[in-house]
């Protein structure tokens, strides 16, 4: 099935605090550089990818509809 969301991290931005990793492990993971990539954005819900989104504290995640292209966040 396509995924719903396109999704992916600004590493210029990315802290590394793990809020995300925390939110949604199927979806997010930490690279060798503690900061997190994105690795199946649509092995969680949408909701729950926009939830981890919202909850970055530097608006690193970055999140479009893939059918449509709109931004969805930030
Ligand atoms: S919540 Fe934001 S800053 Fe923290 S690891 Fe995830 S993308 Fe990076």
């Given at each position: 099935?396509?995924?719903?969301?396109?999704v992916?991290?600004?590493h210029t931005?990315?802290?590394?605090n793990g809020f995300c990793v925390m939110t949604s492990e199927k979806v997010f993971v930490h690279n060798?550089?503690?900061q997190s990539e994105v690795i199946d954005p649509g092995a969680d819900t949408p909701e729950k990818v926009l939830e981890a989104a919202?909850?970055?504290p530097v608006?690193?995640?970055?999140?479009e509809s893939?059918?449509?292209?709109?931004r969805l966040y930030p």
């Open positions: 099935m396509q995924d719903v969301l396109k992916w991290v600004d931005r990315c802290v590394g060798e550089d503690r919202r909850n970055c608006s690193a995640i970055q999140v893939a059918i449509t292209g709109a």
